[in-house]
Structure formats: C-alpha cells, structure tokens
C-alpha cells in the first residue's frame, strides 16, 4: 500500500521519527530506561508545568466543574472558569476579546480558513509552523511564501488585492525572532491585516511576559490577530485567539476548529488561569533564564558546529548531516543529557541540528553538564 512505501522510504532516508518511550518529565529531569536525564528538549520554559499553584488550581476546579467541559462552548461548555480565563488574557495581552482553541494548531487553520477566502491573498515566513502552511494551503486565498525574516522579500510579493500576511513571534526551531517592527510597518502602509503566532514568545519576552511585540514595544493594537499556546512557558496546553470584538464574534460563528470541538476542560482552563496570573509577575524567572541562555551560549561558542543566533530558550546547534546528528544525540544520552534531533522535513535538508532548549527550572550546573557533554561528544 501507498503509505508502507511512503514509510519504506522514508526509513531509507534515515528520516523514520519514532516515539521515545518517556516515563515521566518533572521540570529540569526526565526519567526514561530506568535512568535520570537532564531535559533541554522540553518547551517548558519558566518551569511552571510543575508549578504547586497549577496542581492545586486543577485540583479545586475538578472538584468544582468536573474534569470535562462536555460539550463544545456554543452549547454547554463555555463555563465560568473559562470566563476567568478569557478575561484574564485580554487584561494582561491588552485585546479586546479572546477565543479559547484547545491546540494551536486547531487555532491555526479555524483563523485561515475561516477568514480568507478566494479574493484574499495570504503571505506567509517560509519558516512559519506547519499549522499556518497547511492552513494557508487549504484554505481558497492564494498563499504567497517570503523569504525568512526578509522584509525586502515581502514587500516585492504584495499586491493591491487585500489579504493577511503572517509571521511568528519567536519561530520555534532557529528560536530567533520575527521582524515585527518593519512587519507591522509594511502591513500598515498595504493596509493589509497580520497576524503573529506567538507560541514560543509568550511568557518569556516583553513587560510580564506579554510576549514578542512587548520586547519590540509595539502595541498589540497594531496586530489584528494574536495566537498563543498554553503549553509552552506556561506549562499546560491549549491555545487563544485574542484581538478585537468583532474578530472573536467571528471566529465564534465561524471558526469550526471552536465551534464543533469540545471546550478545554476546567481543570486544565483553571490551571492555565493560574499560570498567567504566575507569569505576569515571573520577572526573576525570566531574568534567570535570560542568564542560563548567555551562560550556555558563551559556554558553546568555540564548538565545531554552527550556533544560531537566538536570545530565547531555544538555543539550536546546527549539525548538517541527519545521521550524525542522531548519532550525538545518542551520545549525550549516554552521558546524561536528553536533547531533540531535529530533522527533515522539519527544517530544511542539510540544517538537522541539535534543538536545545533551556528552562527557568534549569540551574547554573545543568547549564554546565550540557556544555561538557557536548564538547566531550563532539
């Protein structure tokens, strides 16, 4: 059949992803094989996921609400927990409205697909995650691809048709950051929309963790459409929408990927409640992980291998060659440390690299190990 040789070749290729068998994660460790790891492959990126605050703030809601929503939000899911929630996001994001998506991938395509139609053209990075590609793709606008982060790239691919162009915040597998302030610049002067997908931005850049356009000081007026994830700095999972009132009554009458899933359960909306509320005045956990990324990247800078260049927690070394990469990071296994092997298709043929990410959890040590272990294992 079509996908056993579609599997043959890529097990061919050396490209065969397989799930690891974890047996637990408990912030800065990973416990796997009956062994113990330092975890740098987590997005786990203010340690919060172990936060004594979620567990009890889950725990209250269980006993209260239930462990599910029951039904999707337009019929009887939409609970006061999740009233909570959505206003507690647009107070500190500075929007109008939020919409609660139970992944950031299912928020993704119900905002492309639902907003664009065949007399839309949709612009995207190349290096955008594969929820807004797809979506892009799928949906009846023309999607046009710029160059990474290149605003001359952009602006020579906009046309008077209107349409959405739409960029990450921080682009989760070379960890730097969109170029916001010449995107919202070009944006403004089209009089197109945009929109940002700040998955890896929230919790960690900008005043109180309000993510990529904070650290750039632009206003989220500026940016028609928002999307952030909960599991990443803020340690649990889910997604939100958040811009003005007009655009979440839409994608509430219109956004299928809303209106026909099954609402987040109020245990996991009461956690996520309680992590934003941990992660507006998360300042010291910030400035210690803003440490541990200067102190790993000094630490790494004379390897023999390509360091890209990020001020956020995930720090990638570029390896090249798919199968010497996996052949390192089962060496660093072997000493102690778990970090993921990146390959194709999900960054470019020749660029596998080594994705490592760093934690507010992790300590000075931890930072240390990683650094030994690579220089031994390279």
């Not at 269980?62 to 996001?89: C, D, N, T």
């Amino acid at each position: 059949m079509l996908f056993n040789l579609s599997l043959a070749d890529r097990e061919a290729a050396g490209l065969t992803r397989r799930l690891a068998a974890i047996d637990k994660v408990a912030g800065r460790l990973l416990h796997a094989n009956e062994q113990t790891y330092l975890n740098f492959a987590g997005n786990d990126y203010l340690g919060l996921s172990q936060a004594p605050e979620l567990r009890l703030a889950a725990e209250q809601a269980a006993r209260e609400y239930g462990v599910g929503a029951v039904a999707s939000p337009l019929v009887v899911g939409h609970q006061a927990i999740h009233r909570a929630l959505e206003a507690e996001l647009a107070d500190w994001l500075g929007v109008e409205a939020v919409l609660l998506f139970s992944s950031g991938f299912s928020a993704n395509q119900a905002i492309i697909k639902a907003l664009l139609t065949k007399d839309h053209q949709c612009w995207q990075d190349k290096l955008n995650h594969a929820s807004l590609q797809e979506a892009g793709l799928l949906s009846p606008a023309r999607m046009r691809r710029f160059a990474h982060n290149d605003m001359a790239s952009l602006a020579a691919r906009l046309t008077p048709q209107a349409g959405l162009i739409i960029s990450e915040g921080v682009f989760s597998m070379d960890g730097d950051l969109g170029n916001w302030p010449e995107l919202v610049a070009l944006a403004e002067q089209s009089r197109n929309w945009l929109m940002i997908d700040d998955a890896h931005g929230l919790g960690v850049l900008g005043h109180q963790g309000r993510g990529t356009l904070s650290h750039f000081g632009l206003a989220t007026s500026r940016v028609q459409i928002m999307m952030g994830t909960f599991g990443k700095a803020l340690g649990v999972g889910g997604a939100f929408v958040g811009g003005s009132r007009a655009l979440i009554d839409y994608l509430q009458n219109y956004g299928r990927g809303y209106v026909y899933s099954t609402h987040l359960p109020p245990p996991q909306a009461a956690a996520i409640l309680a992590a934003v509320r941990l992660v507006r005045r998360a300042d010291d956990k910030r400035a210690h992980l803003a440490g541990l990324v200067e102190r790993f990247r000094q630490g790494v800078a004379s390897l023999p291998c390509e360091l890209l260049p990020s001020i956020t927690a995930i720090q990638p070394l570029v390896i090249g060659e798919e199968g010497r990469t996996l052949a390192l990071a089962a060496r660093l296994q072997e000493r102690g440390i778990w970090v993921g092997a990146i390959r194709p298709p999900t960054v470019p043929t020749g660029s596998a690299r080594l994705r490592i990410t760093l934690s507010a959890a992790h300590r000075p040590g931890d930072i240390d190990a990683l650094i030994g272990a690579l220089q031994d294992s390279l």
